[in-house]
Nanobody, 115 residues
Framework: QVQLVESGGGLVQPGGSLRLSCAAS????????MGWYRQAPGKQRELVAS???????KYADSVKGRFTVSRDNAKNTLYLQMNSLKPEDTAVYYC?????????WGQGTQVTVSS
């Protein structure tokens, strides 16, 4: 079973930056993408950014130009660099590892953007 552990969340002022990390243990060769999702209170969980096994990236329109998803295969770690943070970025951020028929999820890390 793949285990995912997010870290790096916290409180930051508008315009600030945070770097989230997702440490993965185990291996599943059916996984074809990893990504970051977020969920704010009362809202649906939404895709923030994803990266496939071939390195193709995808971003939500709301974060394009501000967030960057990357991975370090040697360290089995996924990253989300978040710059120019806005209050509307406040949410619990979840890491995912996705196969066609199933997905693994981390426990989430809270990001709060507030002055």
């Amino acid at each position: 079973q793949v285990q995912l552990v997010e870290s790096g969340g916290g409180l930051v002022q508008p315009g600030g930056s945070l770097r989230l990390s997702c440490a993965a243990s185990g291996r599943d060769f059916s996984i074809n993408a990893m990504g970051w999702y977020r969920q704010a209170p009362g809202k649906q969980r939404e895709l923030v950014a994803s990266i496939t096994t071939f390195g193709r990236t995808k971003y939500a329109d709301s974060v394009k130009g501000r967030f960057t998803v990357s991975r370090d295969n040697a360290k089995n770690t996924l990253y989300l660099q978040m710059n120019s943070l806005k209050p509307e970025d406040t949410a619990v951020y979840y890491c995912s590892a996705e196969a066609v028929q199933y997905a693994f999820w981390g426990q989430g890390t809270q990001v709060t953007v507030s002055s």
